[in-house]
């Protein structure tokens, strides 16, 4: 078996070996080149470290301070940090101090200006006290010192009354330095001889006194205002130029008497005033006069008489005269309706109904009024020594508001609409079931119209339609127009004949009836009363119910058919080459659509109601009866796919198309289908 030995630990100790003193040394120096080399080291590393930056300083010389750690040789500073404060500083300049932030701005080489000092200056002359202005602004008068003024030229001007303005520039050294001037001004006066008649008056030359003429006084080469005045006499005043250094003298000045002074007042207030036939103004009021002359004054003032005053005044006299005007009266009698009518002058009340006024000769206002009655203002003149009569007839307010409204007004294409007032007028639309012709979609519908409104006398024309749409074409029937002028505008959706409404609304500045989205009619604004489509209820009272309430069948009187004489533009003999249908022994000599305007009016002055096109009306088509309560102001159902038509036409001619009952739904255009405009008075609230 291999035995194993055991490895047990002992104590260390160090080994007592004496050091030498030549190791000693070699210590020594090698602390010392460590140190060297590490002040090496951190020299080196400021040097690659820090930024180099020469300071050039106007004016040269400035003494450079830097806040911070930095190292200079001559002008060259090394820099470790990223900011410092520099200052710079010289004699006669102010100390620039500036932050260098050399991580954003750095520059090799920086400028510093310094800015010079102000200087001081000090003037004074043997003429004092003079007047200074520096660069157009007033310092004051020598003699005088002017501190802080910036280095550099500068303009001074020097003033002084009886002197010639002197300009003159100064280069201010500044550098807190002071300058001195000495200023002597040219005169610019001459010497003038004053005389009057009569002498002892007082002379002034530019506000100040001199003393009595005779007298020989300083004036300016530049122009001096002389004064002289005198008790009793008007004061002279003259502008008077002379030559620098020169003698002179003035004319003889021959003094004129003092005017009078007039205070005038009358009453009442505000008559106009002439003097001598001359106007001068209205009373109260202060005039002068001539002295020692005799002058008329005249005044006037409507509704009063003339009155006039001869007056003489002394010279500096003052005197005030009052004028009682007298009242110049005529009489005006008005006669009154109704009886108690209050009436009041000039907003003042009198006793009411009809009177005789007696009023000064002047215009008045005379206001006649009346509760439920329009108030009347009239101007008048009374007229003196004479009796006028007046009378007057007050409106109640229907009667005002229908004078206000015309019954006939112009749309801007040209077209003629009548006034008409329902004034809630009850009827049936449709026709009794046992009517010949009678057609199923007639049901009768008990409605009643309240609201007044405008309807086209005439059907609108092609020509009237092109206004908006230049390019329609009505086209022809068989080689026969329909796009004349005047003929009726056909072959256009009721689409089409809203939007035209739209289009002559826009153009008078109404609100437009119909509300679009996408170019396509989406509702109605019923507050409007911007130009539309007639109603169904409108059309139908027009045409077919007569002024004495009676319902029409036929366009004609009675209930015969066809026609015994022409009455509108139907279905004739001229147009059988063109029509499956006509009636005979009936001829309107109109092939198809005639003028507009063609043929007589109906009982209510309305044109082709019953022919010459049908006509789109504003209504959705429905068929449904009403006999109970009446439907006021029927407007149709609120929505539908097709619109009513009414009224015959060039193409139709049955008796059951005559009928004025006659109606047809549609939804496209048709060769002998138009329309008319219609439009309300006024807005919902605003009718009577």
Not at 125 to 140: A, E, R
Request: aromatic share 10%; glycine share 6%.
């Amino acid at each position: 078996m291999t035995s194993k030995n055991k490895i047990s630990a002992t104590e260390f100790s160090p080994i007592q070996t004496p050091i030498s003193s030549n190791n000693k040394e070699v210590s020594k120096r090698s602390i010392l080149l460590i140190m060297l080399i590490l002040v090496s080291g951190v020299i080196v590393a400021f040097l690659m470290l820090s930024r180099s930056v020469i300071f050039v300083t106007q004016p040269e010389g400035a003494k450079i301070n830097v806040d911070g750690l930095s190292f200079n040789i001559g002008k060259n500073y090394l820099f470790l940090q990223d900011e410092y404060v520099i200052r710079a500083s010289k004699e006669g300049y102010f100390t620039l101090e500036e932050i260098l932030n050399l991580k954003e701005d750095y520059s090799p080489e920086i400028k510093l200006n310094l800015i010079p000092l102000p200087g001081d200056l000090k003037i004074d002359s043997n003429q004092s006290p003079i007047g200074v202005i520096l660069d157009n602004v007033f310092q004051g008068e020598t003699p005088l010192i002017i501190e802080n003024i910036d280095k550099g030229l500068h303009e001074l001007t020097f003033k002084k009354y009886g002197y010639f303005t002197k300009n003159e520039n100064v280069e201010i050294q500044g550098l807190g330095k002071k300058q001195e001037l000495n200023i002597s001004l040219d005169p610019s006066w001459g010497n003038v001889t004053f005389s009057s008649i009569p002498n002892n008056a007082m002379l002034s030359v530019d506000g100040k006194l001199q003393g009595k003429t005779p007298i020989t006084t300083k004036v300016l080469e530049t122009g001096s205002e002389i004064s002289i005045s005198l008790p009793g006499y008007k004061t002279f005043v003259n502008e008077v130029f002379v030559k620098a250094g020169s003698f002179s003298e003035y004319e003889t000045i021959s003094m004129e008497l003092a005017d009078g002074l007039l205070s005038l007042i009358s009453q009442p207030p505000s008559a106009n005033v002439t003097i001598n036939g001359s106007y001068v103004g209205t009373t109260p009021l202060n005039t002068q006069l001539n002295a020692n002359q005799t002058h008329k004054i005249d005044l006037y003032l409507d509704g009063y008489l003339k009155t006039s005053k001869n007056i003489s005044l002394n010279p500096e006299e003052k005197f005030e005269l009052e004028v009682n005007l007298i009242e110049n009266i005529g009489e005006i009698y008005i006669d009154i309706t109704p009886k108690d009518a209050s009436v009041s002058v000039d907003g003042r009340s009198v006793r009411s109904g009809s009177q005789t006024l007696k009023l000064p000769a002047k215009q008045h206002q005379v206001s006649i009024s009346k509760t439920g009655f329009e108030t009347k203002v009239l101007s008048i003149n009374p007229r003196p020594q004479m009796t006028q009569s007046i009378s007057v007839n007050l409106m109640t307010l229907e009667q005002a508001y229908w004078a206000s409204r015309p019954e006939i007004i112009t749309s801007p294409v040209g077209t003629k609409l009548r006034l008409f007032k329902p004034n809630g007028e009850i009827f049936f639309l449709g026709a009794p079931r046992r009517e010949p012709g009678r057609r199923a979609n007639e049901a009768k519908k008990l409605v009643q119209l309240n609201r007044p409104f405008y309807l086209a006398t005439t059907e609108l024309s092609n020509a009237e339609y092109r206004e908006w749409r230049s390019g329609h074409n009505s086209s022809s029937i068989r080689g026969v127009s329909l796009d004349l002028n005047s003929q009726p505008v056909s072959n256009i959706s009721w689409e089409d004949a809203a939007l035209f409404c739209n289009w002559l609304s826009e153009k008078e500045g109404l609100a437009q009836f119909y509300e679009v989205t996408n170019k396509k009619v989406s509702s109605i604004n019923w507050n409007s009363n911007g130009y539309r489509l007639p109603t169904e209820s409108e059309w139908a009272w027009v045409s077919k119910i007569a002024k004495n309430g009676d319902a029409r069948i036929f366009p004609w009187k009675g209930s015969s058919y066809p026609p015994s004489e022409v009455v509108d533009n139907y279905a004739d003999e001229t147009a059988s080459a063109i029509l499956p249908f006509v009636i005979k022994n009936y001829n309107d000599q109109n092939p198809v659509s005639a003028n507009v305007g063609s043929y007589k009016p109906n009982e209510k002055k309305i044109f082709n109601l019953s022919g010459n096109v049908s006509e789109w009306t504003n209504d959705f088509y429905e068929i449904r009866a009403n006999n109970s309560e009446p439907l006021v102001d029927y407007r149709g159902p609120n929505s539908g796919n097709r619109h009513v038509i009414r009224g015959a036409s060039w193409a139709l001619g049955s008796r059951s198309e005559l009928r004025l009952s006659f109606r047809q739904p549609g939804t496209e255009q048709r060769p002998d289908v138009g329309f008319r405009i219609a439009r309300y008075v006024d807005a919902p609230g605003e009718d009577l």
